[in-house]
C-alpha cells in the first residue's frame, strides 16, 4: 500500500473547524509520519501554534505559509562545482543499496555534459561486481574508469585516479566506495585511509565527501548520515529514489540535527534522473503545494 505524503495528511487536517491542539497534535504526528524526526517534529509545531496564536492566524494558506518558513530554515542546499584545471575528488559514501554506483554514473553525466574531464574510480573492491557495474557505466558515457582487481587497496585506486586527472593538468574523480556498515569498524577504518589518501591527492579547497541517502528511508537515512558523519566528515548529501510517493522530511532533519546541506536529488534510473536539489521546490513539494 502506497504510503501517504505529508501534504496529502495536512491538506485532510484542514477540513477541521478550528486550528485548537487537536489540530496541531495532529500536524505534529503527520510530521513524524513524514520522516521528520519526533524532537524536531514537537520542536516544528510549538514554534507553530505559538505563532499562529501570536498573529491570530485563522486561514489555511497562512498557517502553511508558517510553516514552509519554519522548515525551510532547517533544510540546507549546497552546490558542487568543480573548478576546471584542478583534481578534483568527490569521494561517494553510503551504505549498500542506495544506489551509489549509479549515483557515481549520473554524476559523470551530469558533469561531463558541462564541460568537465571526469574519471571514475572504482573504489569499491569488495562487492561483487562493482567495478564491472562501473566499468559498463563507464563505456556507456564515454568516461574513463580507474580499476584494481578485487579484494585490492580502495585507496589505492583513489590514489591511481587522482594520479591520472594530475597527468592531464585536472579533473574530476568521482570515486565509489564499499558501504558495508554490517562491519562497522573496518569499514570505517578503510574510509578513514581512503579519506587520508584523497584529501593528500586532491587540490586545495577541491576534495568532498559525498553521501548517498535512499529518501524513502527517513530515520534510517539520518542514523547513516550520523555514522559517516562521524566517521569521516560529510559535505553534501544526495538523496536517491526521491520519485517515491513519500518525499519524506529527511533533508528537513538532517538539515537541522547534523547541518549537513543537500547537493543533489535522484528522481529515476536514467542517467539525466539528477538534478540539483533546490530548499524551495523540496519543501512545497514535502507540503504537498
Known sequence: MAKVSFGEKLKSL???????????????????????????????????????REKHIKTESAVIAELKTLLKACVKETRLTPENGKVTIYLLLGVNGVGKTTTAAKLASHYAQTGFSVILAAADTFRAAAEEQLEMHGKKLGVRVVSHQHGSDPSAVVFDAASAARAQHGALVLADTAGRLHNKENLVRELQK?????????????????????????????RQAEVFHEAVGVDAIVLTKYDSTARGGVAITIGKELSLPVAFVCTGEHYEDIRPFDADSYIDEFLGR
Open 14 to 52: 484542514f477540513s477541521k473547524a478550528s486550528f485548537d491542539d487537536d489540530f496541531f497534535d495532529e500536524v505534529t504526528d503527520a510530521l513524524v509520519e513524514g520522516d521528520v524526526g519526533a524532537r524536531l517534529a514537537f520542536s516544528v509545531t510549538d514554534e507553530l501554534k505559538k505563532i499562529c
Open 194 to 222: 581512503i579519506d587520508k589518501i584523497a584529501s593528500q591527492r586532491a587540490d586545495t579547497g577541491a576534495y568532498k565527501k559525498i553521501l548517498v541517502l535512499d529518501a524513502t528511508t527517513g530515520q534510517n537515512a539520518v
